[in-house]
Every structure is written in C-alpha cells, then in structure tokens.
C-alpha cells in the first residue's frame, strides 16, 4: 500500500520508462566499441557532459542489455557490468575497494592487497565492462596535481591486469584524466601517456541548444510515447508536447537538460489527479516545485506574453555565457 511518503504508482511507472534518442544510440555504439576490446588489451573510454543530460540513463541501459549472470551451482549473480559510483575526495585505494565491494565481496587490507585481490576476483568471470560513475571526483582541484596522476595510473594498472576495458563516466573536467595535462618535466608524466594511448575518443553528451528543433522533436517524440503508455496504465493524459508554443516553454523550462525535464513532468504526475490531463498549468505548479536551476522569477509555462518568454530566453543565454566564461577562466588557472 502506497503513503505519504512514497511516490504515485504512476510517478513510478514514468521513472521507470526509457526512449533511445540520436545521442544515446550512438552512445550505446560506442561503449559496444570499447567492449569488445575485451581479453586482448586495455582500453578505456570517457562519458562526459553535464548533470541532467542523460549520463546515468545510459549506463541503466548498459547494464540492463548486459545483465547479471546466475552462477550454475551457487546461485550468486555475477555482473557481466561492474559499475560503481564514486563519491567525493575518491582515492586510488577508494577505487579498489568500491570495485570490491561491487562483487559483493568484503574488501580487505592495504591497497596493495586489494589490488591483488580485485584482479584475483574477475580473472574467472564474466564481466564485459567496468563503468565508474562520477569519476570526477577523483580529481582535485588543479589537474596538475600529483594525484591525478596517481589516478591515472590506477585506471592504467586495472585495465591492463584484468583486460576489462573501463568506461568512465562524468562531468567535462574529467577529461583531464586522459588529456596530457601534466607538465613534460614529472616523471610521472610517462603514466598518463600511456594511459591516453589506451584511450578511445571521448562520448560527448550536451544539453540540447535552443535552435535545435530537431534534436527537441525527437526527444519530446519520445517522451509523448511514455505519456501515451501512461494514459493507457492509469488514464493520466498531457497537452500535446510537439506543440510549438508548448516546445518552446519546455526548452525554457529545462534549458535543454533531459534531466530537468524529466523532473518537471514526474512532479507533474505527482500534483496531476488520476484520470486529468496534464495542462500547462499543472506544468507551471511542478515546475515552481522542482526548479533550482533558474533564478528568473518569470515561469515559462504561466509567462502570457512572447515578451515575457523572451525575457527569460535571453536571461538564460547570459547565464550559458557566464558559465562558459567562469569555467574557461577556472580551466586556464589550473
């Protein structure tokens, strides 16, 4: 029986739903590319992009085509995916441990040891990819500091002891990872080298931009068929999202961000009654609800005028500008 403090039945179907769109399939390509290095040599890849635009969605749909396999006589599922998913101030020794404990298995001892351990573990089993999530946080705060290098150095050390190639997922700085960074004079320099010759190119995923009307297309495409699914389950409708009035209001709403999007429609489903449609004013009430991204006080979907929409249009390009700014200036300091 559902409470109060548990999300509608219907909210949890939505969540639980997933359309492939253009960035995604050729994603999913790609990490296909890196598995099937597998066994013959290491290789890594990175998956990087901003928070809401689709990262963590793709591994779901990587670990769900690649499911756990049941061992015959023990019964113990053994990942065919070991994804872990880092937090901050992550070490090298946090890398092998949380690779441990992946497998269900209590890691034990010093680095070293858990070292020996993890490459002990998957030696006889079946695992195609090892994905780190927020990877990010094994950076520090400048990209030439020495454990960057230590981090990438581990990642080397895994991918070649194991021949499981590594896909490694998170915001755009980790790039530094992987880009040659590090100044000619370290010794450890050599590391990362070798540690960007084992790379394969970088999965890019963006928020979509304002006048891509076909990337929005599809993605709305794709969320009307979940809605459509939706409204046969539990008799829940929405106004029509290909609209252009009601496209527009979404990209304001989101600035482009599946993830927000996907947040605005769930607290919809949230505030909808069973069996009413989704209006743009049930829309404007979940967007006041989940909106912590956007400091205008204008509210794209109860905005009455093409003024007001422009307002916040160019309110949301000057904010884009002085991201882009800030972390160009951040990028240089380091």
């Known amino acids: ?66 499911p756990p396999i049941v061992a015959e006589f023990s019964g113990v599922k053994i990942p065919q995916v070991l994804s872990i998913r880092l937090t901050s101030g992550a070490t090298t020794k946090a890398l092998y441990w949380s690779l441990i404990d992946g497998l269900g298995v209590k890691p ?16 006889s089993m079946p695992i195609k990819l090892i994905a780190a999530d927020e990877i990010q946080h094994t950076l520090p705060n400048k990209s030439t500091s020495r454990k960057t290098q230590n981090i990438a150095d581990t990642i080397k050390n895994i991918v070649d002891e194991t021949k499981i190639p590594m896909l490694l997922i998170g915001l755009e700085n980790s790039l530094s990872l992987v880009e040659n960074s590090f100044s000619r004079a370290t010794t450890t320099q050599r590391e990362e080298d070798q540690l960007y010759r084992r790379t394969l190119s970088p999965i890019r995923f963006k928020p979509v931009a304002y006048a891509d009307n076909t990337a929005m297309v599809t993605i709305l495409k794709g969320y009307t068929a979940i809605f459509k699914k939706v409204q046969e389950k539990f008799d829940t409708s929405i106004i029509n999202l290909l609209d252009a009035d009601v496209m527009n209001r979404l ?25 009413q ?52 200036t951040e990028g240089e300091a380091a």
Request: glycine share 6%; charged share 30%; proline share 2%.
């Open 108 to 123: 034990e001892g010093v680095e070293s040891d858990l070292r020996k351990q993890f490459n002990e573990l998957v030696e």
């Open 1 to 66: 029986m559902k409470t109060d403090l548990e999300l509608k039945p219907v909210t949890q179907f939505f969540i639980s739903r997933r359309f492939g769109h253009d960035a995604l399939v050729k994603a999913e390509l790609k990490i296909e590319k890196l598995m099937k290095y597998r066994g013959h040599k290491g290789k890594i890849r990175l998956l990087v992009g901003p928070s809401g635009t689709s990262k963590t969605a793709m591994l779901e749909i990587i670990e769900k085509k690649y």
């Open 251 to 275: 990209w304001l709403a989101s600035e482009g961000y599946i993830g927000r999007l996907s947040e605005v429609f769930c607290e919809a489903l949230e505030v909808c009654e069973e069996g």
């Open 277 to 328: 449609q989704i209006t743009l004013s049930i829309l404007s009430e979940a967007y006041d609800e989940v909106n912590s991204w956007n400091s205008s006080s204008i509210n794209p979907f109860t905005a009455k005028s093409q003024k007001e929409l422009d307002r916040l249009k160019t309110s949301i390009f000057l904010s884009q500008k002085r991201k882009e700014s800030n972390s160009k």
